[in-house]
Every structure is written in C-alpha cells, then in structure tokens.
C-alpha cells in the first residue's frame, strides 16, 4: 500500500435503492465514512469529501487520506496509589489487571509517575498509542456507517454462502475500497473489497469496469459505464434536459423540487423525452391531471404561459436508444389509462351535489373521542359562522356557514378518495360545476390554507373565517382529549395548525382576540381554562421560534411575546418597534431602570397602584421624575393609542436622565411609610408608561 497520503474511493454496489431515500442515503454515507475516518486521524479537516448516489450505488470520494494514522502520545491514568501499590510498593491485583487490560505486564510498573490533585495522589502512564492502519481505520468507518444510515425500511437477505443473512435496505452485489491504486482489504455484508464495479444495466460499454484509481471513478463510470454518479450533475443535467425540452414546444414544465429529486433517484443516465395524450383530457380539472402524472408515472406536465395545462408532458427515461418512439409510445400507454380514470372519476362525481353528500360524513370516524367527521363538521359551521359575525355583515356569515357546511364534503367523492392530495380542491370545482357562489367555492378549497410556511393565505374574508374555525377546531379539540405534541413527536400536525391560525391572524391584520378565539372554539369542546392556557402557551411558543427564525433576536420577541398582546395582528408593529427603540443611546440604560423597577415592584407585597400623591414629593430628582413622566407618559399613550409603536418607544428616552437621577439619590424604601409607597406609586406609573409596546426589562442584559 502507497505510504502517503492518498485520495480514498469507496462504493457499495446495490440492487435499486429506494428513491425517496437516495439523496439521503448518499449524503449520510459519505459524512459518515468522512468522520469516523477523521476521528482515527487517517484524514483531516481539509479533507474533501465527494459524495456519489445512484439507484444501484452509494460510494464516496475522500481526499488526502493516510495510509496509517500518527502514532500519540497518551497519557493514561490508571488508578490511586493505595489501590494500585501494597504496602510494600509492589503492584496489587487490581493493577496487574487493568495493565493486562490494556496488553501490558509488570515491566512498566517502573515507568509509572504518580500526580496529586490535591486529595489523592493517582498513578498514570504515558503510553505510545499505535496510529491505526487505514485497512483498520476503514473497517471500522464502513462497519459504523453502514450501522447509522438513515434507512426507511431495512430487507433481511441470505449472502452468497446460501447460510448467512445480512441487514440492508438492499441486496449488496459489490464492494470497491481504492486507495489511490491500492485495494484496502476490507469487507461488508458478505463481500471483499476488489476495483471492480458495473455499469448501467443497458447502456455500459463494459459489463465489468475495473476502476484505474481512486480519481478516475466518476469519469470511467461516465465513458465506460454510462453512468452519472453524482446526484446533483444527475440532476442538473435532468432539469437542463427538461428546460430544454420544454423551450422547444414553446411551454413551461410545471417545478417540483420533490419530483426533480425523486427522478434523479430513478435513473443512471437520464434522457427527457416529449410525449401527449388526447386533448379531451383536459376538460378534467388539470390539478387532478397533473397529480397523477406526477405521483403515479413521474411525468413532468407543460403548461403554457398562462399556466394552463397542456396535452404534453415530459418523460425522464433511463435509456437512449436511437430511435425513442417505442419508449414514448409505450409512456404514452401506460399514462391514457390513469387519465381516463380520473376523467371516469370526476365524472361520477358530478352525479351528485356536495350537499347530498354531508349525510356520509356521519359514517366517517374522526377521531374515537370527538366522534365522525360529521360532528366535526357541525363544530366548524358554528366557530366559522360566530367568527364571521366579527368580521363581516350577515351575507359574510350565511356565505361562511355554507362554505363550512360544505368544506368536507368532497372527501366522500371519488376523486378525492383515488387522491386525497386533492381535497378543498375538488370541493371547489364540484361547488363551481353546481353553480354555487364563487367565494362559497374558494373557501371550500383555501380553509386547508395554509397548509406549510410560506403558503399562501385564503383569499377571501370567508375563505378566511372557514379556515380559522377548521384549524382551531382541531388545534382546540385535540388538546381539550391531551393529545398535544410531545418531542419530535406531532402526529396531528398541530403545530402547524397553530403556525396557520397565527399567520392569519397577523398577514390578515384581523382585529380577533387570541383568547376570545380559543373560548369560542372550548365552547364546543366544554373545555376548562387550564386548556386555554396550555393552547396558549403552546402557540406563543411556536410564534417566538417563527419570529426568531425570521431575523429577531430572542430578547426582542421575548419583550413583545411577554406581554401577551390580544391582537396577534399587532405584534409585528411592536416587534419593530423594539427594534429600532434597540438602537437607540438610551436603551441600554432605560432597559436596565425597568428591569431594576421591575425587581423593586415584585417584592412589594400586594398591588402598587400607579399613582402619585404630588405633596409628597420631597427630593428634587423625584420631583423632576414625576414632572418629566407625566409629559412623556402623555405623549407616548397618545402615539401608543394611534398604533405608532415606534414613536411611542421613542418618545420613552427622554425619561432616561430623570430615571438615572433618580435611582442615584432617592431611597425608594423609605422609613416613612406613605413616602415609601409614593414612591412605589411613581415607579409603578413608570413600569406602566415604559411596557405598553413591550416589556422592555427583556432587553436589559
């Protein structure tokens, strides 16, 4: 083996890995081999690692690998003196024993020195710790890696004994392990490493590919194998193909992100191919079209520049045979059948009005303790239709209540029951095909909305209304049985359901009470006010991990959040109101007085009413004080009354040298009794002035 430092190669040749899996499943590989290597010292931190995933293949290139680790320097301790040396300073049991532990005998008894912390005096040895091998050292990286891959779904298998079975997400067929041109003897799931590896199953020139080096990998598997091993050149050159492809017709190919990666997953050596299918088709609501091209064929549908779908859509195929008519064509049969069912589908569904469909959602089970799909819907009429008394006049609410009423409806439809991705969806065109008001129809499809950060709101006052009964009405009736997310653990996705009844409430600027809110929805629910508390906590928190997320720093969001505003619609103003009261001279000194008043005030037994008795004024500093907080106090409340949070903070620096003034020569705790609680008053109208936008104590560090 080369004694220098070498580039690495290693590759697990497999039958085809799950797809969704793969991207995955590559990365982890490579990071975990690269690790466990570094830890050994056979690589450093400028070590680069390459990794490599198709669907019959994980492999990874690390450069600058030692063939043998440094040997270390180690000092090791071994035990106190009492336990390790009789009385006589020869070596007792015990440590004859860890020595032999450790592949030593009595010889080095001699060599040990003995330290003092203080207490005990404890013997050590320095002890010359051999580098590991990188045959060693590479075994133990594949053994550990192979041991923490993220694996969805492991397959139990007989190796090729016909007696030994292995572990794995897949049969194992081959093992490469290259240092530079050198084979490292290494072994996993039954197989010895060689510089052999194979191709595409159809397109390789060569049915075996002996690998010249560690660096020739990608590039031979390319020529010689028609094979690009890298997922990310794979993938780059799918969507090249399907830009391409797609400027030629003079169209647009409808993105995926999940679908590009999934694609990637499914070929070696990618070839986009134009296919179609009969116009008549299309009289189907295209989102039925373009999920089932999507999630049953992984075809990427066309669109036209208006975002109309066309009969043309895009194959990703993992052969490129001269003449791809036979691959289209046969593409182009197995797809007709799938829109012909979802044509079918949509058809029979139109039989029937969604009304006439509400009676089935009382066979439905929602959930064991809060009963069918149908009393839920009963609850989601009642909250949407008290929420849009709030909001709009009684046409809102006769429109919010047909919309909630009708909002489920579609899950008892074919359609939805072939591809529940589709419901609201087809809720909405079932609603339109009947000739129902428009907004009645959008809210239908947007009370899922929204459905993930960054989805769009619904796009009505109605569509509104219906999707903040639903979510709470879920949020609310889940947590009123206990069944509130735990850990990593939400399998109800009610955090998400509190992110969307948040974002609502704030991008919509609705004037709703956050906790009227959640009384209004217990009150289906008989629930108790510790439920109130728990859902609000709960949303605050999911809130002050979004704010923070967006850019505010945690002492901000906690100055805001900790006064528990009404209006969540408010929140965003104040937080940047914070902000810009952060950057100010005065802050830091102004934050401090408050966290100080803050301290004085919670010590005070009983309740300090924010009131001043003038005549008791005694101390010049007090007396500026209380002149300067009843002009600032007057102008910050009314800019704090007009919604101008910032210029209300702002206001609140004035206050800053008759604060410092004061805290520098007036005794709060006063032996007079009423001056002492006139000056808690005067404190007190001060916490009041400075924490209406936000507790500003919060920023003080």
């Known amino acids: 083996m080369n004694d220098l430092s070498s580039n690495l190669l290693v590759e697990l040749f497999v039958e085809e890995l799950p797809p969704k899996a793969l991207k995955k499943l590559g990365l982890s590989f490579a990071s975990l081999l690269a690790e466990t290597l570094k830890e050994q010292g056979l690589s450093s931190g400028s070590s680069v690692v390459t990794n490599f995933a198709t669907p019959r293949r994980l492999a990874a290139h690390i450069t600058d690998v030692e063939a043998k680790a440094t040997d270390k ?42 330290e003092s912390d203080g207490k005990t005096d404890s013997m050590f040895l320095d002890i010359t710790k051999t580098g590991a091998t990188l045959s060693e050292g590479l075994q133990k990286a594949i053994d550990e890696a192979l041991a923490k891959l993220p694996i969805p779904k492991v397959m139990t298998y007989q190796i090729n004994d016909g007696w030994e079975s292995v572990n794995f997400v897949r049969p194992a067929h081959g093992l490469v392990a290259l240092h530079n041109d050198q084979i490292v003897p290494v072994t996993a799931l039954g197989l010895t490493a060689s510089n052999t590896t194979k191709g595409h199953r159809f397109e390789a020139q060569k049915s075996v ?94 669109v036209d520049s208006k975002g109309k779908l066309t009969n043309k859509f895009l194959i990703t195929s993992n052969i490129n045979p001269a003449d791809p008519s036979s691959v289209i064509g046969g593409n182009e049969r197995v797809v007709r059948p799938r829109l012909a069912d979802a044509k079918f589908f949509f058809d029979q569904d139109r039989k029937k009005t969604l009304e006439s469909r509400i009676e089935s959602l009382d066979k439905v089970v929602y959930h064991n303790k809060l009963g069918s799909q149908g009393e839920r819907n009963k609850r989601v009429v009642k909250l949407a239709g008290d929420i849009a008394k709030q909001l709009g006049d009684a046409n809102i609410v006769t429109k919010t209540e047909q919309a909630a009423y009708l909002s489920k409806a579609d899950l008892i439809t074919d359609m939805v029951g072939e591809f529940p991705g589709l419901q609201g969806i087809m809720g909405r065109y079932y609603a339109q095909y009947e000739g129902l008001d428009d907004e009645v129809a959008f809210a239908i499809e947007d009370h899922y909305k929204p459905r993930f950060s960054g989805d769009e709101l ?26 509130k997310p735990t850990g990593d653990k939400d399998p109800f996705a009610l955090r998400r359901q509190a992110l969307g009844i948040i974002r609502m409430l704030i991008d919509a600027k609705l004037p709703l009470p956050f906790d009227a809110l959640i009384e209004l929805a217990l009150k289906q629910f008989n629930g108790d006010t510790d439920v109130l508390v728990t859902i ?33 619609s408010e929140i ?33 037994e009983g309740v300090v009413e924010a009131k001043v008795d003038n005549s008791l004024l005694q101390e010049p500093t007090e007396q500026a004080l209380a002149t300067a907080l009843n002009t600032t106090k007057a102008e910050a409340d009314k800019l704090f009354e007009a919604g101008d949070y910032t210029a209300s903070l702002q206001a609140l620096a004035t206050l800053r040298e008759p604060v410092d003034a004061f805290f520098d ?19 007190a109208t001060l916490y009041q002035a400075m924490n209406r936008v936000a507790d500003l104590s919060k920023l003080a560090t």
Do not use: H
Not at 254 to 265: F, I, K, P, Q
Not at 546 to 567: F, H, I, M, T, Y
Not at 572 to 594: C, G, H, I, Y
Not at 665 to 675: E, G, K, R, T
């Open 209 to 302: 590919i002996t690998l010249n080096n560690a660096d020739s990998y990608a590039e031979q598997l390319r020529t010689e194998g028609a094979v690009i091993a890298s997922f990310e050149e794979r993938k780059a050159d799918i969507a090249a193909q399907l830009k391409a492809a797609a400027d030629k017709e003079g169209l647009i190919t409808v993105e995926d992100e999940g679908l590009l990666d999934e694609v990637t997953a499914l070929v070696e050596l990618p070839n986009v191919l134009l296919g179609q299918y009969e116009v008549e088709f299309l009289d189907v609501p295209q989102e039925c079209l373009v999920l089932t091209m999507k999630a049953n064929q992984k075809y990427f549908p066309l």
């Open 665 to 683: 020569n007036v005794m709060v705790n006063a032996d007079d009794s009423a001056l002492k609680a006139n000056r808690q008053g005067l404190l």
């Open 536 to 568: 609000k906590a709960f949303c605050f928190d999911r809130l002050s991990v979004n704010l923070r997320d967006q850019g505010a720093s945690a002492q901000e969001v906690d100055a805001v959040l900790s006064l528990e505003p009404a209006l969540l």
């Open 458 to 483: 619904p796009r009505s006052q109605v569509g509104i209304c219906v999707a903040l009964a639903d979510k709470l009405e879920t949020l609310v009736g889940l947590f009123s049985i206990g069944e």
């Open 73 to 114: 320097q180690v000092v090791q301790k071994l035990m106190p003196v009492k336990v390790g040396l009789d009385a006589e300073g020869k070596p007792t049991p015990a440590l004859l024993k860890r020595l032999s532990g450790m592949g030593l005998d009595d010889s080095v008894v001699e060599n040990l020195r003995t």
């Open 572 to 604: 965003p103003q104040r937080l940047a109101a914070v902000k810009k009261f952060a950057t100010l001279a005065e802050a830091p000194a102004l934050a401090a007085a408050n966290k100080r008043v803050s301290n004085i005030l919670r010590k005070v």
